[in-house]
């Protein structure tokens, strides 16, 4: 009785609890989700069927914590039948692109995206790389390394990351070098292709800055002197 009692006062406020999902305010969101994965589990998603397109709607929302809440409940949007979902991975904007980029491994574990699919949109992140927005440029390349583990990005692409290693810009540039240890381990590059570029990387460490002393240290990681 008293879940029945609950299902109604939620379907009774269900546009209020919509309109929660996305709140600023982190405790309204976690209990607007709540509900909403309640109707699911007690059997009643035909009363959100008609809010599907807002539900992807949050996935790309301007507001982080809305879009990392949305992107958490990644399961139950697929219990409702959310499509379109795919379609953050190539999206204007570094912030939602990134957003769906680094939940890559939930969307192909749900089956919402298939590996050869991912593979086909994997040229869309290579804008994360060179992002105008530093934190999504720095843990843009953290997972470029697990995305060249899992085989997204293989060994044909390196071309590509050469470019990067060459990059007019410097912020761009080292944080390339700072994972070519680890993507020669991988087999992504060869050390000897490495020692061809290292030039690009030396000429960080002529003038003392931030990139400089970070220059120095991938240098001697690589033996380069």
Not at 89 to 115: M, V
Request: proline share 2%.
């Amino acid at each position: 009785m008293a879940e029945l009692s609950k299902i109604n006062a939620i379907i009774r406020n269900l546009p209020k609890v919509l309109e929660s999902l996305a709140s600023p305010d982190p405790e309204a969101r976690t209990r607007a989700w709540d509900d909403v994965k309640f109707l699911v589990d007690t059997g009643n998603v035909r009363y959100l069927l008609p809010h599907r397109g807002y539900l992807r709607s949050l996935l790309w929302h301007r507001l982080q914590g809305v879009r990392d809440d949305a992107w958490s409940n990644l399961e139950l949007m697929k219990s409702v039948g959310v499509e379109g979902i795919e379609r953050s991975l190539t999206a204007n904007k570094d912030t939602i692109k990134w957003s769906a980029w680094r939940n890559y491994r939930n969307l192909l574990s749900l089956g919402i995206i298939s590996f050869d699919t991912l593979r086909e949109v994997r040229t869309s992140y290579w804008r994360l790389l060179r992002s105008r927005w530093a934190t999504v440029r720095k843990k843009s390349w953290r997972l470029f390394v697990d995305l060249v583990k899992d085989g997204v990005f293989t060994a044909e692409d390196r071309e590509r990351y050469k470019d990067f290693l060459r990059a007019r810009k410097a912020n761009v540039r080292i944080l390339a070098w700072e994972r070519a240890k680890e993507l020669a381990d991988l087999g992504f590059i060869s050390p000897e292709e490495l020692r061809e570029l290292k030039d690009y990387l030396l000429e960080l460490t002529r003038f003392e800055s931030s990139v400089s002393k970070r220059a120095k240290r991938v240098a001697k990681a690589l033996g380069f002197h």
